[in-house]
């Protein structure tokens, strides 16, 4: 009943400028039309899912025009594009984000109020797309919102995972996992594309045949092939009107095969022939530091690898007979070696089904990729063995042979006397398994290689690819990561955005640099009382969402004391742990000194099958219990942990934080990008000497950041030196207090052996140096203590950590690549230029 009255109106106008239109009596309109139209729902019934589902095409709707314009403009331009080669995206909810971009949170706001809806209880029913694991896969969601705000042609190419990153559930204080099911009730961001599909082959043999000129040829004859068929979702520029183009590819099963097994009869063999095939994008592997010689895990790289590669093809032959000038249309980037396969991909093309000829096919290969290492973890660089990938790529095992045949005579005339260094570099690694080492085969491949964070590509350099460094020195660059303002300030803190837009007017997000407008205000007492109801609200908000997730009470006007991220041993959580244990044993024993109220919150998931980082898990919640309960500690100290820590929930927390752990071994966080979210939004930072700690650092001010521990040079030395960490244990008295606790079954309802495992860790081997880098933390944590109780100190810190952080910007980041790898220029779209009409 009132839906049709409130849609009449609108019927009555032929202007597509009116359906679309972005004021709130337009938006409402066009909203109630969804609800009948998409939803098929009348107002009595519709639920909160249905509200969510009409206003996200509400707002797609008006995405579109500027999505097709784009697409015409960088077509008739024929501009030069850069693909991103991602096998994660972790794009985090998109309604709120989509509203900013287009400028109508406050339409929208209007618009839902006029129909009795409060607008962030629709946000709040998007489930997360939660296509990554952690920095790597919200870096390349950054770096799309970057590109489409510069006026960047661009594509992000990646895997649609029906299944993301498990949701964690906690029971009884250990992580379980449970099937994320961001798909199940449709995901209106995204557009099949039925008819985009490119099949994908794996298997079989390669047969040598001689062409019609008489020309030796190889040809691939799998065993098996698939289809990738696009689904496409549109990212818009913020203040611009580019909407670039996310790609991601979904697998579904070929013909050829089944067809045979059908026609021998065996049913169920076609069928399960066809659900192996879609098994391809079912789900997405839950390590953030790959877990090595997974099968499907190559699978789903060479898959959706092909499919773009093939895509980036097909564009290209629209304008050009032939695949010369590739490397001038595209400039591929490859997020981590996860792509790689890449480079043998795209030289299989060149050769096999263009005939082009190898020293040609490996210009083109070798200057149209770049790549960016995210990690020296020896333990997570990729290698694949020989057997593996001959096995489901004999082809491209054979063009990496060839590769590296060519490669090594190379080396070998270079460095006659040096086999040692050519065994060193070569693609293929000796031994009693032989495997392909996928960074070899991305740094040969590329044109440019660059590490994330100033310190981690110097060790890019020194250490994991130092010998290609030495060879080709000018193709070893550094970009330091960045995050997006827009979902990191606009709209996950509209305070500080309220703040940013007083001083620096709207539209500040498009340069991060207006951000040290807020600096000359840093000692000013008014601003500086603005500046803590602001972080007071946003403390609110999260002691709100900490109840509600855990039933936990937190003290907003306690320091809240935060580290959110993956668990892993080398970001040592556990060192957290240990301080907060220690802080514990203080009060009990009556010798505390630093009477600052603390709230420690943690988040962060564990790969399913590390047990270290489950049993870290469940120490933070066994410590949890012990003090939360406890009324001599817990007017002091709380402890909590949030569960399912995702894009949705991270937005709740940096806003909220005081104090930013970033607490890594020196040399292992390859950059982070949560300490720079943290800083955006006023914290002050605790952390080593690692990664981007280094120039946060450095850009807000030494007196601004607590600074501790092992420098790089100080690890290698002490690792060298043979390091024990009984020593350490046996000299410092609290420490051993803290640690002895921790093996008394405290924590574990009188069992001494649940944390035997990290404990005996911590004693006898202790590869991530927490027991020589505890004391100067728990020196700087009292610092931080200490200086918390200066409110006005404080919040200067505060207000100069957010206004010297513009740097981190991925804006900045995506400048750099620009200019500095993909030499590719702006493309601005307007709107204004087209007829108006939709096509
Ligand atoms: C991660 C690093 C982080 C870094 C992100 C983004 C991998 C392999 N690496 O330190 O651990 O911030 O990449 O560059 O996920």
Not at 555 to 562: N, V
């Amino acid at each position: 009943g009132t839906a049709r009255k409130e849609r009449a109106p609108m019927h009555g106008s032929s202007d597509e400028r009116t359906r679309t239109g972005m004021s709130p009596e337009s938006l409402k309109r066009a909203f109630v039309d969804s609800m009948f139209y998409v939803q098929a729902r009348y107002w009595e019934v519709a639920t909160p899912h249905d509200l969510y589902m009409a206003a996200a095409y509400t707002v797609r709707d008006r995405m579109l025009e500027r999505w097709i314009r784009t697409a015409e403009t960088y077509r008739k331009a024929d501009a030069r594009t850069v693909c991103y080669l991602s096998a994660e995206y972790l794009l985090g909810p998109q309604l709120g984000n989509n509203l900013i971009n287009l400028g109508i949170v406050d339409s929208a706001r209007q618009g839902a109020r006029d129909l009795g809806i409060d607008l962030q209880e629709i946000l709040d029913q998007e489930p997360e797309p939660g296509l990554g694991n952690g920095g790597l896969g919200r870096l390349a969601a950054c770096y799309l919102d970057s590109l489409a705000t510069l006026s960047i042609p661009a594509i992000g190419y990646g895997i649609r995972y029906e299944h993301g990153i498990f949701d964690q559930k906690i029971v009884d204080g250990w992580q379980v996992e449970d099937c994320d099911l961001w798909l199940t009730n449709g995901n209106p961001w995204e557009i099949p594309r039925p008819l985009l599909r490119y099949p994908v082959r794996f298997g079989g043999h390669t047969e040598p045949y001689t062409d019609e000129h008489g020309r030796f040829r190889v040809r691939w004859v799998p065993e098996l092939d698939l289809y990738g068929m696009a689904y496409d979702t549109p990212v818009l520029g913020f203040g611009n009107d580019n909407t670039n183009l996310l790609r991601l590819w979904h697998a579904t099963a070929g013909r050829s095969f089944d067809l045979q097994a059908f026609h021998k009869g065996d049913y169920y063999g076609a069928v399960n022939a066809k659900v192996g095939a879609e098994n391809i994008t079912k789900v997405l592997y839950p390590n953030d530091e790959p877990e090595v010689g997974k099968e499907l895990r190559l699978k789903q790289q060479y898959f959706f690898v092909s499919c773009s590669l093939q895509d980036m093809v097909r564009v290209h032959l629209q304008h050009a007979p032939n695949l010369e000038g590739f490397h001038e249309r595209f400039a591929a980037q490859l997020n981590d070696t996860h792509p790689s396969i890449a480079v043998a991909e795209l030289m299989r093309l060149c050769l096999d089904e263009h005939g082009m000829d190898w020293e040609r096919a490996w210009e083109i290969t070798r200057r149209t990729f770049a790549y960016t290492n995210h990690t020296l973890l020896p333990e997570a660089l990729e290698t694949w063995p020989v057997e593996l990938f001959g096995r489901l790529l004999p082809r491209h095992l054979e063009i990496i042979y060839e590769i590296n045949a060519r490669f090594l005579d190379e080396l070998r005339m270079r460095y006659p006397f040096d086999p040692e260094r050519v065994a060193r570099m070569s693609l293929i690694e000796e031994g009693p398994v032989r495997r392909v080492r996928m960074a070899h085969l991305a740094t040969v491949g590329s044109f440019a290689v660059n590490g994330v964070a100033a310190i981690h590509s110097e060790l890019v350099k020194s250490t994991v690819l130092r010998d290609f460094h030495e060879l080709w020195p000018e193709k070893f660059h550094n970009i330091t990561n960045g995050v997006t303002p827009r979902r990191f300030i606009q709209l996950s803190n509209p305070d500080l955005c309220g703040i940013i837009t007083d001083l620096a007017g709207p539209g500040w997000a498009r340069d991060a640099e207006n951000l040290r407008t807020l600096e000359p205000h840093a000692d000013d007492a008014a601003f500086q009382q603005r500046w803590q109801a602001m972080k007071r609200a946003a403390k609110e908000r999260l002691a709100a969402r900490i109840r509600e997730a855990t039933g936990a009470v937190v003290d907003p006007q306690s320091l809240f004391d935060i580290q959110v991220k993956r668990i892993h041993e080398y970001k040592r959580q556990h060192l957290n742990l240990l301080h907060i244990v220690a802080l514990y044993h203080r009060i009990k024993q009556g010798t505390d000194s630093d009477p600052t109220p603390r709230t420690f919150v943690f988040g962060g998931k564990a790969a399913p099958g590390y047990f270290m980082a489950k049993l870290i898990i469940k120490l933070i919640h066994s410590v949890a219990e012990v003090i939360n309960r406890d009324p001599e500690v817990n007017q002091r100290l709380r402890v909590v942990f949030v569960p399912n820590f995702n894009v949705k929930n991270a937005e709740c927390i940096y806003p909220a934080a005081d104090l930013s752990e970033q607490i890594s071994t020196a040399g292992k966080e390859a950059s982070g990008t949560g300490n720079m979210k943290f800083s955006m939004n006023g914290a002050l930072t605790i952390g080593t000497l690692d990664g981007a700690n280094v120039e946060i650092r450095d850009a807000v001010g030494h007196e601004n950041f607590f600074l501790f521990g092992l420098t790089v040079a100080e690890v290698e030395r002490t690792l060298a030196e043979g390091y024990r960490p009984w020593e350490y244990y046996r000299s410092h008295d609290e420490l051993r207090e803290v640690i002895d606790l921790l093996r008394s079954g405290l924590f574990s309802h009188g069992d001494p052996d649940l944390f035997r495992p990290l404990t005996d860790s911590l004693l006898q081997h202790d590869p991530y140096l927490l027991l020589a880098d505890y004391p100067a933390y728990v020196e700087a944590q009292a610092r931080a203590g200490d200086a918390f109780r200066d409110p006005a100190g404080w919040t200067r810190m505060s207000i100069l950590n957010a206004a010297r952080t513009g740097f981190f910007s991925s804006d900045r980041a995506i400048r750099e690549y620009c200019r500095n790898i993909w030499q590719v220029e702006p493309m601005p779209v307007s709107l204004a230029a087209g007829n108006g009409s939709v096509p």
